[in-house]
């Protein structure tokens, strides 16, 4: 079962608004799109796997559906969740009192790609997890090495390379890393000033 939260985050560019139900055959069809398929490096998914993995999403974080509001129709184009994470060893923190979380993303519609909405988005949900929720440190999780866009997005919000699986994956005829990625609360703070997301209601 979908869980659905009430926050809504608002961006320069981007709405963060709840993931719901009615969202699913949507979502499907992004992660089942050819060029989005390609630039992740991943086969098909069937009804039943895109299914159960926004359950999990929605259950154990805040799942939103990110919407472009600087257009003049404003319209869906992908997803992002906060997502809580207590798997400190994997995630390689040592205190197990930090509060962390990881912020799996996809821009679910190509043409919208390398416009800026990303990071928009990303930058809304830093704010709101630092500024509000009192994260310690935020994840960019599983990042392969040939997504440059990517690695640049969060590499220019102040992520930092925590560690890196070399030649992990194999894809098209070579194989790639796979990179996590952290920002802690110290540098957020020392890189944006502080402001609240959420949007009034």
Do not use: Q
Request: include cysteine; aromatic fraction near 12%; hydrophobic fraction near 35%.
């Amino acid at each position: 079962m979908i869980r659905v939260h009430d926050i809504k985050l608002k961006g320069e560019k981007t709405l963060l608004r709840p993931f719901t139900p009615d969202d699913l055959e949507m979502a499907f069809k992004w992660n089942n799109d050819p060029l989005v398929l390609e630039a992740e490096g991943e086969a098909e998914h069937s009804w039943e796997e895109v299914l159960e993995a926004y359950e999990y999403l929605s259950n154990n974080g805040l799942l939103f559906i990110i919407e472009a509001i600087d257009i003049p129709k404003p319209e869906p184009i992908g997803e992002i969740c906060l997502l809580h994470d207590n798997d400190y060893e994997r995630l390689g923190v040592e205190d197990k009192n930090e509060l962390i979380y990881c912020i799996p993303i996809l821009i679910g519609k190509p043409n919208y790609w390398g416009k800026g909405y990303g990071k928009d988005a990303v930058k809304a949900i830093l704010k709101f997890a630092f500024e509000e929720m009192g994260a310690d440190r935020i994840f960019a999780t599983d990042v392969f090495s040939f997504s440059e866009r990517s690695i640049n997005l969060f590499k220019s919000l102040g992520f930092d390379e925590m560690r890196r699986d070399r030649n992990r994956i194999y894809y098209r005829g070579r194989h790639y890393d796979i990179i996590d990625f952290c920002i802690t609360r110290g540098k957020y703070f020392a890189l944006h000033s502080k402001f609240s997301t959420r949007e009034n209601k």
